[in-house]
C-alpha cells in the first residue's frame, strides 16, 4: 500500500518535471569529450545541462576556449546548436551531437567542412585536464606615448607571398635582399616574420619557434648586423590564424621571450582570439595587457594591432600602446581588392599621426597580380593615406621595375613626411578622383586618380580641392614642371593608374626662387 503511494507520488513527480522540462530524449546532460574532431574549431568538450525552458550548453574548443551553444533544438537522443565565433563576416557554426547506436557522435559544419566525432562521458581527469582556463583581463588605462613610429613604419612582411612557409633562410635571405638593392637605405627597415614560426611551449609554457626557425636569437642578431630591425608575430587567442599557437595566457612570458631574442616589432593579430574577444572594452583589454607586456620588458618595440578595425581601433589604438593598426580585412593580390582596401577603407584619417597610423594591410606588390599601372596606384593610394610600407613580395627574385617602384625616393618622402597627415579624397567626378596630403614643407601632394578601365582625363580644380590657384605643380614621375597652371590642372591618366604631384603655393615662389 505504501509502496503504491510512493510509485504514485514517484511517477507523479517525474510526470511533473517532464513538463517542466522538455524531454531530450537519452540523457545526454553531463560533460562529454569529443575525440578526434577537426582541428578547426577543434572542439574538445561540450557541457550540456537542463534549463527551466530547455536545454542550455557550451563547447569547448582550441581555438574558441568555451562559447555558449545558440539556438538549441533538441529532438529524441539529439542535440543540435550553433556556435558564434565573434566575427561577424563568418557564418554561426551548426553541430549535432546524437546518439548512433550505442555511441555519441558529434557532426558539424565547421570552417573547414563538415565533420563527425566519437564522444563519450568525461571522467574526471579528462575533465580537469580540457577545461579551459579564462585568463583575466587587466582594467583599461592608457599608457603613455614611447616615442616609436614618428613616420608610418616602413619593412619587409613574409605573409602575403610566404604565407606559413616562412623559414630563417628565407628570413636571412631577404635581409641581404634588402641591403643589396637599395631598399634599405630608402627606408625599409623591418624584417617582419609573419604567421607560421611557432613551434609548441614547453612545460614552463615558454614559447619555441618550430624547426624552420633553429634559433631566433641568431636570426635576429644577423639582421640586425645589416642594419635593419626584425618583427615577429602572435595572437591574442589561443590560435593564431594559421593554427598555430597564440600567446593566451602567455602575453606577458611571450613578450619577455621576444625582448629576449631582440625582436623589435610584433604584430598581435586577434584571430581566434574573436571568439571571446568580441566586445570594444575586452578587445581593447586584451591589446593593451600586450602593450603593457612589451613596454615592460624595456626594450622598444613597435606594436602592431591587428583586429581588422573594429570598434574604431584607431580611437584607443595608441591607448594600449599601439603604433598602428589594421583597419581592413586582409588584402590579395588583385586590383579590384587592393582599390577596394585603398579607396573605401581608409580607417579615420584624424586618428593618424606621428607615433599611430591607420594600417590598411601589408603591400601586394611584385607579387604579379596586378598590372604596373595598378601597382604604382597601390603604392601612391599607401603613401597619400600615410600608410605603413610593409613589402609583401620575395625581395630575392624581385624585377628591376619593381624595386625601383619600391624605393622611389618621391612617393616615400611623402608617405614618410613628418606632419604625418593622412591624405583624403578632395574631389571625384564618376571614377576619377583627385586626393591630397598636406606636407611639412607647405606644399601638397596631388594624386590624380583614374579607376576606370580605360585612360581618361583628370582634372583638378584648385579651389574646388583646397588649394590657391596658380600653384606650381611639379609631377613625380614625368619629372615635368608647370609654373603657372592658372585655376586648374588636367591629366591624362592611365586606366586604373595615376599621376602624382606636388603643387607648391603661389605664395612660396620667392623662396624657392
Ligand atoms: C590574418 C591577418 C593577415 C596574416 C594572417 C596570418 O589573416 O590579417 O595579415 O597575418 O592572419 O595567418
Not at 623559414?167 to 634599405?184: E, F, K, Q, W, Y
Not at 593564431?240 to 625582436?263: E, L, M, N, R
Amino acid at each position: 500500500m505504501i509502496r503504491r503511494a510512493c510509485a504514485t507520488l514517484i511517477g507523479l513527480l517525474a510526470a511533473l518535471g517532464a513538463q517542466a522540462r522538455p524531454p531530450i530524449g537519452a540523457d545526454m546532460t553531463g560533460d562529454w569529450v569529443v575525440t578526434a574532431a577537426p582541428s578547426n574549431p577543434g572542439v574538445r568538450l561540450l557541457h550540456i545541462a537542463r534549463a527551466a525552458n530547455g536545454v542550455t550548453g557550451t563547447i569547448t574548443s582550441d581555438w574558441y576556449g568555451e562559447l555558449p551553444m545558440l539556438d538549441v533544438t533538441t529532438e529524441p537522443a539529439a542535440l543540435s546548436f550553433s556556435i558564434y565565433n565573434g566575427n561577424p563576416r563568418i557564418a554561426r557554426m551548426r553541430f549535432r551531437f546524437a546518439q548512433v547506436g550505442s555511441q555519441w557522435h558529434l557532426t558539424g559544419a565547421g570552417r573547414r567542412g563538415s565533420s563527425d566525432a566519437p564522444a563519450h562521458r568525461a571522467t574526471g581527469a579528462e575533465l580537469a585536464r580540457l577545461t579551459f582556463h579564462a585568463a583575466p583581463l587587466p582594467p583599461l588605462r592608457e599608457l603613455p606615448d614611447d616615442g616609436l613610429a614618428r613616420t608610418p613604419p616602413m619593412g619587409w612582411s613574409s605573409w602575403n607571398k610566404f604565407e606559413a612557409a616562412i623559414d630563417d633562410v628565407t628570413v636571412r635571405a631577404t635581409a641581404d635582399a634588402m641591403v643589396r638593392s637599395g631598399l634599405r637605405d630608402a627606408g625599409y627597415h623591418y624584417v617582419n616574420i609573419d604567421d607560421g614560426w611557432q613551434g609548441a611551449r614547453d612545460a614552463q609554457g615558454i614559447l619555441h619557434p618550430n624547426a624552420r626557425f633553429p634559433d631566433m636569437k641568431a636570426l635576429a642578431d644577423y639582421v640586425h648586423a645589416r642594419g635593419l630591425k626584425i618583427g615577429i608575430y602572435s595572437s591574442p587567442g589561443p590560435k593564431t590564424c594559421a593554427g598555430f599557437p597564440g600567446s593566451y595566457g602567455h602575453a606577458a612570458q611571450d613578450a619577455k621571450t621576444f625582448a629576449a631574442w631582440g625582436i623589435d616589432y610584433l604584430k598581435y593579430d586577434l584571430c581566434s582570439g574573436e571568439g571571446f574577444f568580441n566586445t570594444a572594452e575586452s578587445v581593447r583589454a586584451t591589446y593593451q595587457e600586450m602593450g603593457a607586456a612589451l613596454r615592460a620588458t624595456g626594450r622598444p618595440i613597435v606594436y602592431s594591432l591587428c583586429e581588422y578595425g573594429r570598434f574604431d581601433v584607431g580611437a584607443w589604438g595608441r591607448k594600449v600602446g599601439g603604433h598602428l593598426w589594421r583597419t581592413t580585412r586582409d588584402i590579395t593580390d588583385d586590383y579590384g581588392n587592393m582599390a577596394g582596401i585603398g579607396f573605401e577603407s581608409d580607417g579615420m584619417p584624424d586618428h593618424a599621426g606621428p607615433g599611430g597610423w591607420n594600417d590598411p594591410d601589408m603591400l601586394e606588390i611584385g607579387n604579379g597580380g596586378m598590372t604596373a599601372d595598378e601597382e604604382r596606384t597601390h603604392l601612391v593610394l599607401w603613401a597619400m593615406q600615410a600608410a605603413p610600407l610593409m613589402l609583401g613580395n620575395d625581395l630575392t627574385t624581385a624585377a628591376p621595375a619593381t624595386l625601383a617602384l619600391l624605393s622611389n625616393r618621391a612617393v616615400i618622402v611623402i608617405d614618410q613626411d613628418r606632419l604625418g597627415v593622412q591624405g583624403r579624397r578632395a574631389s571625384i567626378d564618376r571614377a576619377t578622383e583627385v586626393w591630397t596630403k598636406m606636407l611639412a614643407d607647405g606644399t601638397t601632394a596631388v594624386a590624380l586618380f583614374n579607376r576606370a578601365d580605360k585612360a581618361q582625363d583628370v582634372v583638378a580644380v584648385w579651389r574646388q580641392i583646397g588649394l590657391a590657384d596658380d600653384g606650381a605643380v611639379h609631377d613625380v614621375w614625368t619629372g615635368t614642371d608647370t609654373p603657372h597652371p592658372g585655376t586648374n590642372y588636367t591629366a591624362r591618366v592611365p586606366a586604373r593608374g595615376v599621376v602624382l604631384l606636388i603643387v607648391r603655393p603661389p605664395s612660396q615662389r620667392q623662396i624657392v626662387g
